[in-house]
């Protein structure tokens, strides 16, 4: 089977030129589909997520280190870059992890323009684009979420690298291939799921393993290895920490290790099932949902696109066995963007009639619905005084702020305490503030306790929080300021939140 379509099949006749300048217009609706997500957030949101995720990419990523503690640094130097410009707000946030989907969609287009006809494939990026791996779930910005926008592309400069071409488009492709492996590992060492599916498909398909023994393959080996050379170097200077922790989530027995790759199966094909509904939408023929069904079991049906569509997830399974994981469904949420291009390239094939026009429509109705649901969970999360809803973490910023200012002339420039508040602290004052991990100091080494009394620190702890109150008494031999902060949510007053606060002085 050809690995591209040199003569593209008909959208429901091939020669139907006014069909394919209407699904050439869709281009529109990826892009105002992160708008809409982007508005959607907001309103559901009362804080950018309660787990912190997003703060503590942030903060990490203003020191511009070549890795963190916890994860490599992609994701946080996209955040620092991304806040460079535009303002420390929610809204902001937001935008970025819709943009950061939007590329991640538009390199899904672009891969399924290398096997169906390029009228077609912006219905990749649209089915994709409804589902919740690159819509609710993509909204909290963090290691995960960088790897929607970096796999896809990663897997479309393989395509170009593996399929026939001039020299130079070879050569160009792998350059970019092993430039976008290297900053998917930076992303999240996830990664190597995504590396071993593509080594499976290259070994699997006879006309692309031939390309693996060229001098293409070294320089997609050489791109990789400057990309990735900063990182190896601050890895082997800080001795792994970044290992260490991804292996704080390995353990158990080898029968749980099956369990919970079970359950990761089964919810990948539940974050899929909304696209799968989207595609059947776009065909005007009967029969879609069989074939595209059986594209899934049958590697027959569409070969190249089967491996690659598969191929990760049979990686994720042999590490997460062998290795003894402990899986979460998000980690595989960028590993199916291969899917829909292979449903659309057996439909193609099969020489199916699609209906493209339809999308205008289907995108509308889903956007109403989500901005209405969006603005129903914001709306009851404020009634229930839930707590994304009602922790007031930017006015805590505000208010603490304050605090500093009335006893020192001199500006605010390092914040600890509990994590999530004191990270959030350092985001919505701008970032003029630096972070310092109160209760795991070494994942922020850029500071140090001569730091707190050189230039001075303020100590925001939750009321509850007695492990910080009682640290930062000890740091800070300071008597603590109580403070209780509240916020305003859909016309309602929130209830407060009481923090203590601890004001270290900077020596003069």
């Known amino acids: 089977m050809s690995t591209q379509l040199s003569n593209p099949t008909s959208l429901g006749s091939a020669s139907d030129k006014p069909a394919a300048a209407r699904i050439a217009s869709l281009g529109w609706l990826l892009p105002f589909h992160a ?103 993509a909204i909290k910005f963090n290691p995960n979420a960088i790897l929607l926008s970096v796999w896809p592309w990663t897997a479309y400069f393989f395509v170009r690298y593996v399929q026939p071409g001039s020299r130079l488009a070879r050569s160009g492709a792998a350059l970019g291939l092993g430039a976008c492996a290297a900053l998917a590992v930076l992303g999240k060492y996830f990664t190597i799921v995504l590396l071993l599916g593509l080594l499976l498909a290259l070994l699997a398909r006879p006309a692309w393993r031939a390309r693996l ?70 065909v005007r023929t009967r029969g879609a949902a069989r074939l595209m069904a059986l594209s899934v079991v049958r ?34 949420m960028a590993q199916w963007f291969a899917m829909v291009p292979l449903w659309l390239a057996v439909l193609v094939q099969a020489r199916f009639e699609f209906a493209p026009q339809r999308a205008i429509r289907v995108m509308a109705v889903y956007w109403a619905l989500v901005l209405a649901v969006s603005a129903v969970v914001g709306y009851t999360g404020a009634r229930r005084n839930s707590d994304d809803a009602a922790e007031p973490r930017a006015e805590l910023a505000a208010a603490a702020q304050a605090v500093w200012h009335e006893r ?51 100590i925001v702890c939750r009321g509850d929080d007695r492990g ?10 300071a008597a603590p300021i109580a403070l209780e902060v509240s916020k305003t949510a859909w016309g309602r007053e929130l209830p407060a939140h009481p923090y203590q606060l601890f004001v270290i002085v900077p020596q003069s």
């Open 35 to 137: 708008l809409v997500w982007t508005l959607a957030a907001w309103l559901a949101r009362g804080n950018l997520d309660i787990q912190g995720d997003m703060v503590e990419t942030y903060v990490w990523g203003i020191e511009w280190q070549a890795g963190y503690a916890k994860h490599p640094p992609l994701s946080s130097w996209v955040a620092a870059a991304w806040f460079s410009v535009f303002p420390h707000t929610d809204l902001a946030y937001f935008a970025l992890s819709a943009v950061n989907v939007l590329v991640g969609l538009a390199g899904i287009v672009a891969l399924a323009g290398r096997f169906v006809p390029r009228q077609i494939a912006i219905i990749a990026g649209l089915a994709m684009a409804v589902s919740p791996l690159y819509s609710n779930l």
């Open 408 to 458: 020192t002339s001199q500006p605010l420039s390092i914040v600890a305490g509990s994590t999530h508040e004191a990270a959030s602290m350092v985001f919505y004052d701008g970032g003029r503030a630096r972070f310092w991990d109160l209760h795991w100091p070494a994942a922020t080494p850029w500071l140090t306790p001569a730091d707190f009394a050189r230039r001075g620190s303020l």
């Open 468 to 477: 910080c109150i009682a640290t930062a008494s000890s740091l800070s031999h």
């Open 213 to 282: 023994v060229s001098l293409d393959s070294l320089l997609a080996v050489a791109a990789g290895i400057a990309v990735l050379a900063p990182h190896v170097h601050w890895m082997m200077v800080n001795h792994f920490p970044t290992l260490e922790y991804a292996a704080q989530r390995t353990g158990g027995t080898l029968l749980a290790a099956v369990g919970r790759f079970g359950i990761y199966t089964l919810a990948q094909i539940g974050y899929l099932a909304l696209s799968f509904v989207f595609v059947l939408l776009m």
């Open 299 to 332: 590697s027959a049906s569409y070969p190249d696109l089967w491996w690659l569509a598969l191929g990760p997830l049979f990686a994720v399974g042999v590490l997460s066995v062998i290795g003894k994981t402990q899986m979460a469904s998000v980690w595989g």
